[in-house]
């Protein structure tokens, strides 16, 4: 199904745009923003078969031949922007597509509804191309523009559309969603809200991940066991983590999370808002031998690793020096 009523969170961009179709309001460009991932495809998806519905309101009845034509991509007048070049949006794809196509009256519906996704691709020519439509567009036309880098894009075309900026989803309804959608254990379901912050493709992504459970087998099994290690062992689990697709940033996110827990555990004696609360006696033992200053420590450096690994910093040397700092703190 695609309704509003099936977005996770977002209720500020469900709002503004339910009212805006039920006041027969709507605005001829729209921006988007958002991670990646976010779910912005799925809003432009409701919004453009709500804008379609023969049946008008507020949400997409699902039933009619509009909205039928829409949940399988094959409206007539609901156009998604392609490119071929992957890393790019030509002039030629904004001319073609947009341009010239609008000038056409709509086929079947009220409305002709362009979706330009990743629209931080745009070169500087395609934009101000696409700037002409924007600053006198038919009435009939509305342009939703969907990027996760809204500084890409020229001043004067964010100026000329409505901003909906995507929201990080809260971890309880990304934990919710995991479990009655797609049937995700509790505990596992609460590991990857976690880590998703509160981006519920991201989520997604990671339940069905075999990578993710893998990296996360390898870091845990590190960190439990580091205070014992020698750096040989811990440099060559280390280089092992590089073997999978995640990137190393989530491995360094799960060390994070792990002893966020540990410093909540020490704090607090409570189990039950551990995200690792499955490792509670290995929590309770790293919590007991650590300081608190050893623990920010350690959480300082695993952001000192990121930025440093962002900096293109060598990555042996890098981790060398993380899982020192580690090491040395818990």
């Not at 729209?30 to 991932?37: F, T």
């Not at 991940?209 to 205070?227: Q, R």
């Not at 966020?260 to 551990?274: G, I, Q, S």
């Amino acid at each position: 199904m695609a309704q509003f009523k099936d977005i996770i969170g977002q209720e500020q961009i469900k709002e503004h745009l339910r009212n805006a179709l039920l006041a027969d309001k709507v605005s001829h460009a729209y921006l988007i923003s958002g991670e990646k991932s976010s779910g912005k495809e799925f809003i432009a998806k409701v919004f453009a078969m709500a804008l379609q519905c023969e049946r008008g309101g507020a949400e997409p009845c699902q039933e009619c031949h509009s909205c039928k034509q829409a949940l399988s991509d094959n409206h007539p007048d609901i156009v998604r922007v392609t490119h071929e070049k992957p890393n790019t949006i030509s002039v030629d794809d904004i001319r073609v597509q947009v341009n010239h196509d609008v000038a056409l009256k709509p086929y079947s519906g009220s409305h002709k509804v362009y979706i330009i996704n990743e629209a931080e691709k745009m070169t500087p020519q395609a934009q101000n191309a696409l700037l002409k439509t924007l600053e006198e567009p038919p009435s009939y036309a509305v342009i939703l523009l969907l990027t996760s880098n809204v500084s890409a894009l020229l001043p004067t075309i964010v100026s000329r559309c409505v901003a909906l900026n995507m929201k990080p989803v809260a971890d309880d309804l990304v934990k919710k969603y995991l479990m009655e959608q797609l049937k995700v254990t509790d505990y596992r379901a609460e590991i990857c809200a976690a880590f998703a912050r509160g981006n519920i493709g991201r989520a997604k992504a990671l339940a069905s991940s075999e990578d993710f459970d893998n990296v996360k087998a390898e870091a845990l099994s590190l960190l439990k066991y580091i205070g014992d290690m020698d750096l040989s062992e811990v440099i060559a689990a280390v280089k092992k983590i590089t073997e999978y697709k995640l990137e190393i940033n989530d491995y360094l996110d799960i060390c994070a999370i792990w002893y966020r827990d540990v410093l909540l555990f020490k704090a607090t004696h409570d189990a039950n808002h551990l995200v690792f609360r499955e490792e509670i006696q290995t929590l309770r033992r790293i919590a007991q031998r650590s300081s608190y200053e050893g623990i920010e420590t350690i959480l300082k450096a695993l952001e000192n690793a990121k930025r440093r690994l962002d900096a293109n910093v060598n990555f042996e040397l890098t981790m060398e020096l993380l899982m020192l700092t580690i090491q040395e703190n818990s």
